[in-house]
């Protein structure tokens, strides 16, 4: 498998991802910036990102899931952090002793689960560390106003366990005048100020470009880390970190009249020049793209025609350099020509949905990341 030339090669900057970091944690000093790397760190490698990250000094990262916070650990541990693992997903009853084997802070969403950790400390006789989440208006996940006005009433529900972050999650952050962002601003206070007083944490990577008013004591960088326009009507102030090329298997020559693909769904208006490339939605290529997407070939414009298949896609080379058009060739997908953000506009989507569908068939380059990246 490893030896086969690939159909698809997937190169990840680990010093851009760096880069970004340092960008971010400078910009908002001296808050605190931690990454997140859900989602195998959006789909770009978690046992390569993590690690990249806490050698330039990230002391705190930010899972979804519990077996996320596991894995993590160990890839900490082996890259000598003892960097502070949060898991937003909440706490169940029966993961309390994975979460301390771990040493994992559980971003704790209710009184039910609050209750589960303060009954799992004091059966240790230790205070652990958690997180409280709460709900400002995205009412996904966190305290309900409900359980927030209890223990407001009934403090002594935090007694035996180390509340060390309170946090909230924006969900309008990429439109800065959108009324939600004050409204969750003023409620977060309005929280803190009911709660005993402790770290806080509202602004993920939009978040951070509202105003000095919402960076509390920790931000939590996500889709910018990995090259994400956090401020979406502005130019993206993040480096490009991705690049994905695939491999052209076929050039044929088509007549006006002609079509392409399932469905038909492209008719060549004159003769046109077609490239196939081994790059589907099988990979993550979204079909979504069909007649809509485009490829980079020596700088020039490809544009996708017909349906994006489970391993295929077929581009209009027409106007491109005839002599990179040929079977072997790589063509741009992602890079410095076609931004996550370009691709993601053109598929209907958005970055986060780019990076984190990158399939499982590409061969994986990381550059960059060495131990001294200064
Ligand atoms: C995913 C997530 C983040 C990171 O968001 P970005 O927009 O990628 O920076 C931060 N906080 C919470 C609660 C999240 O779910």
């Known amino acids: 498998m490893s030896e086969a030339p690939p159909a698809g090669v997937l190169t990840v900057d680990l010093d851009a991802i760096v880069r970004n970091f340092r960008l971010l944690a400078e910009r908002v000093l001296p808050v605190d910036c931690a990454a997140v790397v859900k989602a195998d760190a959006y789909g770009l490698g978690l046992a390569e990102v993590a690690p990249a990250l806490a050698r330039a000094e990230c002391r705190s990262f930010f899972v979804a899931q519990l077996a996320e916070g596991v894995a993590l650990r160990k890839i900490l541990r082996r890259a000598k952090s003892n960097a502070t693992i949060y898991v937003l997903g909440g706490l169940m009853e029966n993961e309390r002793a994975l979460f301390e084997a771990n040493a994992l802070v559980p971003c704790l969403n209710d009184l039910g689960q609050l209750e589960h950790w303060a009954t799992f400390c004091r059966a240790r006789g230790q205070p652990l560390p958690c997180a409280l989440q709460i709900d ?62 402790c770290r806080a944490s509202l602004a993920a990577s939009s978040g951070m470009f509202l105003g000095r008013e919402f960076l509390f004591n920790t931000v939590r960088a996500g889709v910018a880390l990995y090259g994400g326009n956090p401020t979406p009507n502005a130019p993206n102030p993040m480096e490009q970190v991705v690049q994905l090329q695939g491999k052209i298997l076929q050039v044929r020559d088509v007549d006006r009249g002609e079509t392409v693909g399932y469905g038909a769904t492209h008719r060549f208006t004159r003769p046109c020049r077609i490239a196939t490339v081994g790059v589907g939605y099988a990979d993550g290529f979204l079909r979504s793209l069909s007649n809509r997407g485009s490829a980079a070939i020596g700088g020039v414009t490809a544009p996708i025609v017909g349906r994006v298949s489970m391993d295929l896609l077929t581009l209009d080379v027409s106007a491109a350099p005839p002599e990179l058009v040929r079977p072997g060739a790589m063509v741009e997908l992602i890079g410095p020509n076609r931004g996550i953000d370009d691709v993601a506009a053109e598929a209907g989507t958005i970055p986060y949905e780019i990076l984190t569908a990158l399939g499982p068939r590409y061969e994986r380059r990381y550059t960059g990341g060495a131990a001294s990246s200064e």
């Open 136 to 197: 400002t208006g995205m009412n996904r996940l966190g305290f309900p106003a409900a359980d927030l006005d209890r223990l407001a009433a009934e403090p002594k529900r935090l007694v035996g366990v180390d509340l060390c972050l309170i946090l909230s999650h924006l969900a309008c952050s990429d439109e800065a005048d959108h009324p939600m962002n004050r409204r969750q601003l003023g409620r977060f206070r309005a929280a803190l100020d009911r709660l005993p007083h």
